[in-house]
T-cell receptor, first 113, second 107 residues
Framework: EAGVAQSPRYKIIEKRQSVAFWCNPISGHATLYWYQQILGQGPKLLIQFQNNGVVDDSQLPKDRFSAERLKGVDSTLKIQPAKLEDSAVYLC???????????FGQGTRLTVV | RKEVEQDPGPFNVPEGATVAFNCTYSNSASQSFFWYRQDCRKEPKLLMSVYSSGNEDGRFTAQLNRASQYISLLIRDSKLSDSATYLCSKGSYIPTFGRGTSLIVHP
């Protein structure tokens, strides 16, 4: 069974530039998550989708971050403009529903310089 | 208070030792709990689910104590390869992760 696919694996951008991450969840998984993980910390939920609807985005900095999940499958996360403190690993995960285990992609390591 | 709290460690133990981690949680409405393992610069991967009756998988045992609102992970006969960060997660309408506990197993 194919896992969660993410791209790119690594990205280096200058502050104030924009960047986009892509995620393809496991087939049939209705719930999709984007997490931000800063070194030494646990994953912090940015946004949670159920199919193509947003369940929670309370920790998403909406002035610069946006995410969408068109057609309830693939998802993109965008940052515009990026700040130095956005340097982190962005993990996409999916699950059958929010009470079952999550399966993570390999993540995108973002460095903002 | 954070919804899920863990001691970040590190826990530094010799091979063969038994080590236990606890994870406390708030908001007891959650029905499901999980332990994930995260290796350095890798994504978290499910280690085991935590059931009310307890769950054992080889050298690993997970327990749930609803009255005191914590889950635990016990690792027996630690191996060098067990060195990693262990994340607990509370499954709910909006799942939450702890910050992880670092385990270092040395020869």
């Amino acid at each position: 069974e194919a896992g969660v696919a993410q791209s790119p694996r690594y990205k280096i951008i200058e502050k104030r530039q924009s960047v986009a991450f892509w995620c393809n969840p496991i087939s049939g998984h209705a719930t999709l998550y984007w997490y931000q993980q800063i070194l030494g910390q646990g994953p912090k939920l940015l946004i949670q989708f159920q199919n193509n609807g947003v369940v929670d985005d309370s920790q998403l900095p909406k002035d610069r971050f946006s995410a969408e999940r068109l057609k309830g499958v693939d998802s993109t996360l965008k940052i515009q403009p990026a700040k130095l403190e956005d340097s982190a690993v962005y993990l996409c995960a999916s699950s059958l529903d929010s009470t079952t285990e999550a399966f993570f992609g390999q993540g995108t390591r973002l460095t903002v310089v | 208070r954070k919804e899920v709290e863990q001691d970040p460690g590190p826990f530094n133990v010799p091979e063969g030792a038994t080590v236990a981690f606890n994870c406390t949680y708030s908001n007891s409405a959650s029905q499901s709990f999980f332990w994930y393992r995260q290796d350095c610069r890798k994504e978290p991967k499910l280690l085991m689910s935590v059931y009310s009756s307890g769950n054992e998988d080889g050298r690993f045992t997970a327990q749930l104590n609803r009255a005191s609102q914590y889950i635990s992970l016990l690792i027996r006969d630690s191996k060098l390869s067990d060195s990693a960060t262990y994340l607990c997660s509370k499954g709910s309408y909006i799942p939450t992760f702890g910050r992880g506990t670092s385990l270092i197993v040395h020869p």
